[in-house]
């Protein structure tokens, strides 16, 4: 580069030379690379999206991916639509819609803090939640995994509808230990409210934009095998 | 993301500082802290690195991203990387020959910098708006700033000391950067808007 | 082998008795400033703050006399300095704080805060705080397990976590707690404060029934030690001042922007180690900057970001880490506020520190 | 490293030398102390040490291949850049491999899989060994430098999970009651656990040469 102003000895075609045929090689290595692991890395990719799924809609066989616009629901394409909240349907082994998972993400206390939910459809509620990734403090923060106080907050977590079906009813929201009242509140883990509070914040964001998309076309979803 | 701007300016120049909590950059880092007076210069210029990468990377991301060819991003991040110092080398050396000398030393050192390439891989992942990303780009230089100087503060302080001989060297730099991690911990969930 | 390093190694050999003897001094009348402090603990929480106080101080020493051996040097013991930082270590942690625990803080504090870099005046942060800061990153929910003061059985019986057996995580109490005295909740004020927003008063803070470490709850008895020091000149009065004042007027600035939200600053002062760290732990000789100017920094910083971290952090409480940060930006501070004159009493200061 | 690689060239190591350099004498974690940022960022756990330790040899080896191969027909003034286009090449491709092979390890490992191309290491070997030697003398002692490596994240990883979590690849080893230093997998552990590593090779270090002192002594005497 600026060196080769100072030394004219190599005729800059042998340089262009050189450094094209390596670039073509590397090309070459990098697409193969790419077209080779495409398939095992989409397989790969579904078995770990699955997993997360099942693991919040128990007994649940199969799993499709949607877009949700403000147009209606259609199943998740290359091209994901402006403004699209994605979300998974997940169907029993007969092929009867088993629930809704979607993904929510809040700001912890070390990193952000990413949850799968589940929610149903016919109740209303969010029936369980998993953490898809987080980075929280281990022996404090990571009790939202583990502790089964906390865990119990969402086996029926409200998320109805307002009226208008334009935003939930009453914000999911996280209180202070010991203080929960309402079913659309989560009691937060003492000692670990930030992270807590993440999982509240993550999931209300998530249902305010999904679930207003979602529940006017829920009959779409019905026997999607 | 919506991180607001200023929780990911507190963020990223202290709760998660580059050098101390992400270990990024940890080479120069370790390298060029024996001195207060090139901490300065290096953190200035590191910085200046650091967003002018940013700035590129945001652009190449969008082009490789309309082109369909995320295959092609850290190769084409780091060509582009290692170009941009060149440039930045070139440039201030024919416009700004004063500023040339003070951080001309320090400008290749930079390029194998891995907060330079740290930068552009997280503001990709996060998925951070234009923005965001600069102002992601200069807290973390910031940050990195930071953690030079306080180190070098510490080890100019150290060289009076009767360090035991097997904590010398790299070890005893290392054992300081573990308490200044420590420290840093304090601001843990700082800027998480919490 | 790699000896290179300074010029002080010659030091090692030719004992300045002059200086040693002064700082064996001050530091015997810092012991002694704090003993009024662990007597008040001792009394508050009984015999699980006292073996934990005896247990963390002799473990300090120690570690201490073990680093002497291994480095070949003489005894450093009769300094006091190792038996400052294991009782300042002591009243920073929570009262039954298992003593393995403990142990494993005074040892850190020790090796990692002084031993490693040359000992007494080459420490680059507080000895105990570097402890302390260790154990919270390593145990952070037992460090944030408190006992209530004054239970009546506070005498008689151990609280059930110190005594956990080594390596091994200690007994959930918060049962055992609820038993030794009604209505405890087992929060600090300070985290009472910044999750139900509820104030703990300064009655409540000075007769010492809050909920705190071993040594934090006694302002009073700390400031009037604090005086003692400070009146026969074995302290720097101006960082306490700086820390408390710093502290004071940034939580007045934000009580005045959202008085609901913000607490007053009485008990932004009487809350968590503030009174401990800006009179004991923040005036540590070595680790604080020696310019006249660069002392009112350093304060003013403590002080500021102490509240930084305490309202808008993930802690709840910042002092330590606030001291941590001072200590190590110390060295930064007394080289921008430079005299440009060297004077005398300051070079020679200079090189203690 | 240049000096010592030049001295190399003209004493001709057998192969077997070649492959000790990097895991003792070399080594480039606890000798020569690069490339440290994957080395703590990544050692929470005696896994993701391995995973990065085998990912990282493999990018060395392929590139010390590849540029010794070329290493005759590259002008000296465009060689760095060379280099480099190699080495983001093959880190690009093993970031694929492992996405296909694991992605529980791709999202553990996260971005510094990708930050293997500014690892000093492997630059450093690129141009002090690899473009001076032929292909299998420089794949051999590339393979050292890996395992070397590796060697080291794994003396890290390891230490940081049996303190920080009670396990070693995910096992208990101490019953559901053992209390996890949780610093040990906290930024602070892993400078801590480095530093410790490095003391305990200088301690050695200056115990054989005191003892390689007295014995001399005795000789004289």
Known sequence: MSEATLQPATPSAAMIRTLGILSTICGVLIVSAYQITLEPVAANKKIALERAVFKVIPGAHSVKEFDATSAGIQPAGAIVPEGAVKFYAAYDQAGALKGIAAEGAGKGYADTVRVMYAYDPARQVITGIGVVSMRETPGIGDKITTDPAFLKNFVALDVKLAADLKALANAVKTVKHGSKQNAWEIDAISGATVTSKAVGKGINASAQKLLPLLVPHLDKLQGGK | MHDSLSQIFIATMLSNNFVLAMFLGLCPFLGVSGKLNTALPMGAATTFVIMVASLCAFGLNWLVTALDMQYLRLISYIVIIASAVQLVEMFLKKTSPVLFRALGIYLPLITTNCAVLGVALFQTAREYSFLQAMTFAFGGGLGFTLALVMMAGLRERLRLAIVPNVVQGTALSLMLAGLLSLAFMGFAGLGSGG | MKTTMTPGIELRTSPHVVKGNSVERIMFHVVLALLPIAAFSVWQYGVSALTSLVTITLVCIGSERLFNRLSGQPSTLSDWSATITGLLLALSLPPAFPLWMGAVAGFVAIALGKALFGGIGYNVMNPALVGRAFVQAAFPVAITTWIPAFSPNRFSEFAPTTFTAPLMMPPDISVWAKQALDGFTGATPLAIWKFDNVLATPADFLSGSVTASTGETSAILILLCGMYLAARKFLDWRIPVAILGSAALTALVFQAIDPNRYPDPLFVLLSGGLMLGAVFMATDMATSPVTPKGVWIYGALIGVVTVMIRYFGGLTEGVMYAILIANALAPLIDQVTQPRVFGQVKAAKEKKA | ?221
């Open chain 4, 1 to 221: 490293m240049a000096a010592s690689s030049l001295n190399h060239g003209q004493k001709q190591p057998t192969n077997m030398e070649e492959f000790m350099e990097g895991i003792w004498k070399q080594n480039p974690t606890f000798v020569m102390v690069l490339g440290m940022c994957p080395t703590l960022a990544v050692t929470v756990s005696a896994m993701n040490a391995i995973s990065m330790g085998l990912a990282t040899t493999f990018v060395l080896v392929a590139s010390a291949l590849l540029v010794s191969l070329v290493r005759n027909i590259v002008p000296s003034q465009v060689r760095i850049a060379a280099y480099i286009l190699i080495i983001a090449t093959f880190v690009t491709v093993v970031d694929y491999a492992i996405q296909a092979i694991s992605l529980a390890v791709y999202d553990a490992l996260g971005a510094f899989i990708q930050l293997i191309v500014v690892n000093c290491i492997i630059l450093g070997r690129a141009e002090a060994h690899a473009a001076k030697n032929p292909p299998t003398r420089a794949a051999i002692n590339a393979v050292g430098m890996g395992i070397g490596f590796t060697i080291g994240l794994f003396a890290l990883g390891s230490v940081r999970e049996i303190l920080g979590a009670g396990k070693l690849f995910g096992i208990a080893l101490f019953g559901p009651d053992f209390q996890p230093w949780v610093v040990m997998v906290l930024p602070p552990g892993g400078f801590f656990v480095l530093a410790s590593w490095l003391l305990l090779f200088n301690w050695l270090d200056s115990r054989k040469a005191a003892k390689a002192q007295t014995e001399e002594g005795r000789i004289h005497a």
